[in-house]
């Protein structure tokens, strides 16, 4: 966030403030992208073609916290910014009305996740996902979001440790293949 070197350093600073704040960022492909719908997840300060015309949904956002002083009696807040949900109490309050009252603002954050990966609703409404952001409607049935709630949260997993995954055992790399070789 060095001024003189980023002219325009967008919101991320909402959503990263500094090493010590973590934070877990839906991206999806942006609205006019020519190519397939894609969702991901992140867990720092990406580059903005990492799905193309990112589109970014924060689990967490942070604003700088303006009541920072010594008071002469108050107690002093030593944290320079105040982390805030991604996820409104408008959501939290029907998703607990349809699904119960275990339901935490983190569940609903993961069951959007898993929901953007369902083929079928990235099938059905591909045309829509092209033209506008996803619409996320809640499912009827409590197992159904629990279930699209912890595929959301194992997908995050994957995705978010990739690297640190052990490698298929089976899998063979083969550097005979050719472009021939490759679904059209």
């Known amino acids: 966030y060095h001024k003189p070197f980023i002219e325009s350093p967008g919101l991320w600073k909402q959503l990263f403030p500094s090493k010590k704040h973590s934070n877990l960022v839906i991206c999806v492909s942006g609205v006019g992208g020519s190519k397939e719908f894609s969702p991901l997840i992140i867990d720092e300060i990406p580059c903005m073609d990492l799905v193309e015309k990112s589109q970014c ?4 956002y942070y604003k700088e916290n303006e009541e920072n002083q010594n008071a002469l009696f108050d107690e002093f807040n030593k944290d320079k910014y105040i982390r805030h949900d991604g996820i409104t109490d408008w ?10 009252k275990s339901v ?3 569940d609903i954050f993961y069951y959007v996740y898993g929901f953007l990966h369902s083929k079928e609703y990235r099938t059905k409404y591909a045309a829509d996902l092209k033209k506008m952001l996803p619409r996320i409607p809640l499912v009827d049935k409590k197992e159904d979001f629990w279930a699209f ?3 959301g949260r194992k997908l995050a997993e994957i995705h978010l440790n990739y690297e640190q995954a052990k490698p298929y055992k089976a899998l063979v790399v083969s550097s005979k293949s050719t472009s021939a070789d490759l679904p059209m």
């Open 57 to 60: 949904f924060p689990l967490y």
């Open 104 to 106: 935490e603002k983190e």
């Open 149 to 151: 709630s912890k595929a």
């Open 91 to 100: 959501i939290l309050k029907q998703a607990r009305s349809i699904y119960g």
